[in-house]
């Protein structure tokens, strides 16, 4: 069975402090991937990025950053020096097992940033 | 490109009626995904189409929702008989291609309050 972990229900930080979402996922297959989506307050989840479960290496987009390690089953999410912008809903996704592309979300985290 | 188009907003309605809701995906976009997302939990898939057929309804309460994909474009989800419980947002949404890890594109969502 696929499943999704996100242990973070809420975290508040201060603006322009570094802030780290946790994902942990379960799967028996050996291809799938992995993905970050943002909730914000008017509803609509937004893709973030996308991982395949062979390409480990660890990616920068800005102020956000990923690390993904298959050996701890995680994918987490680091907001760096954050901003009120990015206060919102973050859920951890994870796509798998031939056939169907069904996509399996977390509970999500939601994430304040004051001001 | 226009984004994943879903109405209405908002509906509220009692228990026991009937309640409909549509989505027009990503122009071009084959595959086209319900799902449910009761507050404070990530979203639940209800159904998966791929064009006009069903490729995964295995969550979908069969005895009180239904919903379909005609002409393999836009999608119509109806509760009958709405239950307290299906309270939540409905979401919408679709992907390019039919291959494992395309991104999913949402729409707004719409809130369902059953009274």
């Known amino acids: 069975a696929q499943k999704v972990t996100q242990a973070q229900t809420e975290i508040s930080v201060v603006e322009k402090e570094d802030v780290t979402l946790d994902c942990v996922y379960e799967?028996?297959?050996?291809?799938?991937?992995l993905f970050w989506y943002k909730q914000p307050p008017s509803g609509e989840l937004v893709f973030l990025i996308r991982r395949n479960s062979f390409d480990e290496q660890n990616e920068i987009s800005g102020r956000y950053s990923w690390n993904f390690q298959k050996s701890t089953s995680s994918f987490n999410f680091t907001i760096t020096a954050s901003q009120v912008v990015d206060s919102a809903v973050y859920f951890c996704a994870l796509s798998g097992g031939s056939g169907t592309y069904k996509y399996i979300f977390g509970t999500g985290t939601r994430l304040k940033v004051l001001a | 490109e226009a984004g994943v188009a879903q109405s209405p907003r908002y509906k509220i309605i009692e228990k026991r009626q009937s309640v409909a809701f549509w989505c027009n995906p990503i122009s071009g976009h084959a595959t086209l995904y319900w799902y449910q997302q009761i507050l404070g939990q990530g979203p639940k898939l209800l159904i998966q189409f791929q064009n006009n057929g069903v490729v995964d309804d295995s969550q979908l309460p069969k005895d009180r929702f239904s919903a379909e994909r005609l002409k393999g474009v836009d999608s119509t989800l109806k509760i009958q008989p709405a239950k307290l419980e299906d309270s939540a947002v409905y979401l919408c949404?679709?992907?390019?291609?039919?291959?494992?890890?395309?991104?999913?594109?949402f729409g707004n969502g719409t809130r369902l309050t059953v009274t």
């Open positions: 799967t028996r297959d050996t291809t799938y991937y």
């Open positions: 949404a679709s992907s390019g291609v039919a291959v494992q890890g395309s991104p999913l594109h």
